[in-house]
């Protein structure tokens, strides 16, 4: 393993132009995507985003955020599903408030890019990605799997999510938002014939989301995995800039380490790192570091 990172490289001087220089030159761009990237496209877990659409939940049960409701031992599934379709349906179904994620495509669709991302709200596709170039390491909010699970397939969820979501009062708006009708108050359940069960043992089915042991990697993911191999092999001694954005240390492993390494195993390689409070790189290839602590969003606008 590299050494410990050292904070110190964030903000020197000229980095937004190494930055924009290293993207110019670069022959390939990996791009590692995390929770932060997402947070900058206004995709928050509390405050007012959270009081709009679970203000119900959060009078009941005293949480502060989407994530403390999502772990929440609710009683019924009529009343998990209520919880986790609105959080589904806003979170993967709606746009994000502001195009961060259009920046970024502007900044890398004519180069030879791919992207490795442990976000599962499909917000890359939706500003433009391609998809072969897009591995989703840890699931999709737009699928469903077994919860047991009995078979390695997943299932598209939007559909039921819509029904489920209209179920509890709410319509749909032509923008996509979600509204109620005058006079309406939201329910915390839903219909117990909406509630999924896997079409092979009926058993309850679950988010495609790795959280353990049961998380299904199927066949649409092994494809993916191959596709990230390839291009890794393909570009191992070119000119690669590493782009790490809003990635932490919850799971540092997948993204973050392994981005360090192969920029030290490669003498052409540049690392990147944005990130609000936390941009940093280890000693060894400091020389070849570019670490900026921002916002995201805010920074690839100034490289555009």
Known sequence: MLGWRIPKLANEPGQIEKLKEALETSDAVLVGAGAGLSASAGFSYAGERFERYFGDFAARYHFTDMYS??????????????????????NRYLDAPKPVYEQLYGLVKEKDYFVLSTNVDHCF????????RLFYTQGD??????????????????????????????????????????????????PSELVPHCPKCGKPMSMNLRADSTFVEDEGWHRASERYSDFLRRHRNVKVLFLELGVGFNTPGIIKYPFWQMTYQNPEATYAC??????????????????????????LKKLK
């Open 69 to 90: 409701g999502g772990f929440y031992p609710y009683d019924t599934l009529e009343e998990h599903w209520a919880y986790w379709s609105r959080y589904i349906y806003i």
């Open 125 to 132: 596709q939706k500003a433009g990605f391609e998809k072969h």
């Open 141 to 190: 909010y737009g699928l469903f799997q077994c919860s047991e699970p009995c078979h390695q397939a997943t299932y598209d969820n939007a559909d039921v999510i819509r029904r489920m979501v209209k179920a509890q009062g709410y319509e749909i708006l032509e923008n996509g938002e979600l509204g109620l009708p005058k006079g309406r108050e939201t329910l915390r359940r839903i």
């Open 274 to 299: 944005i990130n609000y409070g936390d941009a940093a790189a280890p000693k060894e290839i400091a020389g070849r570091s570019i670490c900026i602590n921002g916002d995201i969003g805010e920074v």
